[in-house]
Structure formats: C-alpha cells, structure tokens
C-alpha cells in the first residue's frame, strides 16, 4: 500500500515569505495528487489537484510540482500572510485509480508577521 | 449552495452505548466518504459508498462500526457498544463521480468523546 510522508514538524516562516511543504510517496506513482487545507476545527478543503503529467500547477499565490523520480509533490505558498496558517494535507489515489484517497498526516505552517 | 452537514457536531457518551453520526451530502454528489481524525493524526479512511455499487468497508476498524446510506443521499455511521479508543473527530466528504480526479468536499466533522 501506500505511505505518504509529510513534514510531521511545523514550518514557521515570516509574513512575505515563501513557504514550500513537501510531499513524498514510497510506491508507485499516482495518477494525480490533490493539496487540502484543514483549519482546527474544521473539515479539509481542497486546494489544488495535480496530474502525473504536470510538472507545475498554479492557483493565484499557490504553486503545486509533481515529480514522478522523485516520487514528491512540493507546495509552495508565495507572499506568506497570517491568514495562510492552517495544516495543509496531500492526499493520492490508488494504484489502479479511482477516487478513494489517502492523506499524509499534514504538515502545520504557521506565519508570523 | 449549501456544502456537507454533519450531526451532532460533539457528541460526549458513556463507553458501552451506542452512537449514530449524521452526514448530509452535497446535493447531486454520488460519492460519499467517511473517515475518523484522531488528535495530531491523519485522516483514517473507514467507508466509501460510490453511487448504487456495494460500499467499500475495508476500513472499518471492527465490526462494532457499520454505516449506510439510504437513497444515494444521507448516511448514518453507526459505532456499536463505543470504546474510549473511538474518540475521535468523524469526518464525512462527498464528490461528484463523473471522472476521476474529483476533489473531495468535507463537513466539519463530528467530535466524539467516550467516557
């Protein structure tokens, strides 16, 4: 099966700057990899899905990159704000594909002005 | 539109009962996922109902946990003669299966503490 393997410590950074979490997988490559936020309290919520052909995807002040020799998937938040704190989570189908996914147990950014 | 609801949102019980947690999907989405968060963990799938297929239960941790979902609509996830093991927040999300690649959409979770 699968193991996901996020940053289990939390990632503090300055207000402005760029944050960049990591996502490494140990078996087989997925087809595509998805990016939640979850705030305390609250239930995930997607961000970003990127697929095994795409090296880089972006969403406004959020960037995704896949490489599959790696086997990581990083997440870069660029111009940091207080607002971004939160836990972000990467989750990856199964092998054979389909929808049911598995989490990493998340990473916690916290931005400091 | 109105996203995915879940009921009660805490819920404190005596070890031994029974409980049942509610989740109300997004209108039109025919995948419904429950999974359970314990404190500083990851998200534990439990089941995956997926439009009339059988449900995938292969990750409900004993047979003292059981969920249905009745008209490809509302489910009730149902912990039998809870233990203090099952505290834990309760999470339920839905998606669109028209494709793969479809993001999953969460309720806020159920908190449940075992006495």
Do not use: M
Not at chain 2, 38 to 44: D, F, N, P, R, T
Not at chain 2, 46 to 74: C, H, M, W
Request: glycine share 10%; charged share 20%; aromatic share 8%.
């Amino acid at each position: 099966s699968q193991k996901i393997e996020q940053n289990s410590e939390a990632l503090n950074i300055q207000e402005g700057k760029t944050a960049t979490l990591t996502c490494n997988y140990t078996n087989y490559s997925p087809a595509y990899l998805q990016w939640y936020r979850q705030d305390p309290g609250r239930g995930p919520v997607f961000l970003l899905l990127i697929r095994e052909n795409e090296k880089e995807k972006r969403k406004e002040r959020l960037k995704v990159t896949f490489d599959t020799t790696l086997k990581q998937s990083l997440f870069h938040i660029t111009a940091s704000q207080p607002a971004d704190s939160a836990t972000y989570l990467c989750a990856l189908p199964p092998g054979g594909g389909g929808n049911k996914l598995t989490f990493g147990t998340g990473t916690q950014l916290k931005v400091e002005l | 539109g109105a996203g995915v609801s879940q009921s009660p949102s805490n819920k404190v019980t005596e070890k031994g009962k029974d409980v049942e947690l509610r989740c109300d999907p997004i209108s039109g989405h025919t995948a419904l996922y429950w999974y359970r968060q314990s404190l500083g963990q990851g998200l534990e799938f439990l089941i995956y109902f997926q439009g009339n297929s059988a449900p995938d239960k292969s990750g409900l941790p004993s047979d003292r946990f059981s969920a249905e979902r009745t008209g490809g609509s509302v489910s009730t996830l149902t912990i039998q003669r809870t233990q203090q093991e099952d505290s834990a927040v309760y999470l339920c999300a839905s998606s669109l299966e028209r494709t793969e690649n479809q993001p999953q959409h969460f309720g806020d979770g159920t908190r449940l503490s075992i006495l």
